[in-house]
């Protein structure tokens, strides 16, 4: 059996999870996530925990067995307590906006780069150079932080650029003169 699909999703307090066939619905104080269970797997609530299941011994079903349980957790964790990525923006006169429901970014180009904000996610910027991405979906706010980060990565020879809090980035020795 699914070491991690066996485990039990406990509810917390504030979230409200209901089950309709395939389908598992999860709301929550920090918003609404709904997700269609694979064909093999089926989901039930007891006791206060999301309990998944499998019809199959074979490799796919254990597979999707525990990505399921772990994608419900997630779903719980996120409308529970949410889901935040940050990043920094190096390099002068690169700074970042937000105006209404886009993301102004100025990144050395010679035009603004102006990324629109999906549903359900917050950013936020600090300092002009700070960003916070938040939202209960794990998979949408990973999705933002990577396509803004992707717009120009961080270069390895002066280090500037978007890169997430924390990154290191190997510097590289530029040309020498002989």
């Given amino acids: 059996m699914s070491r991690i699909g066996k485990q039990p999703v406990a509810i917390p307090a504030k979230v409200k999870v209901e089950v309709k066939g395939q389908k598992v619905l999860v709301e929550g104080p920090k918003g609404k996530l709904n997700w269609e269970l694979p064909r093999r797997t089926g989901a039930k609530v007891e006791n206060g925990n999301i309990l998944i299941s499998r019809q199959g011994e074979d490799a796919q079903a254990k597979a999707l067995h525990g ?73 949408v706010v ?12 961080p270069e390895p020879y002066k280090g500037k650029g978007v890169r997430y809090v924390g990154e290191h980035v190997t510097r590289k020795e530029g040309k020498t003169v002989q």
């Fill in 142 to 153: 990973g999705k933002v932080a990577a396509e803004i980060r992707g717009f120009y990565p």
């Fill in 67 to 139: 990505l399921s349980r772990s994608l419900v957790n997630n779903m719980v964790k996120g409308v529970s307590e949410g889901f935040v990525k940050k990043l920094e923006i190096q390099g002068v006169g690169f700074k970042a906006a937000v105006q209404g429901n886009v993301v102004n970014l100025n990144l050395g180009y010679s035009h603004p780069l102006n990324y629109p904000i999906p549903a359900q996610v917050k950013v936020t910027v600090e300092e002009n150079t700070k960003l916070t991405i938040e939202g209960p979906d794990k998979h």
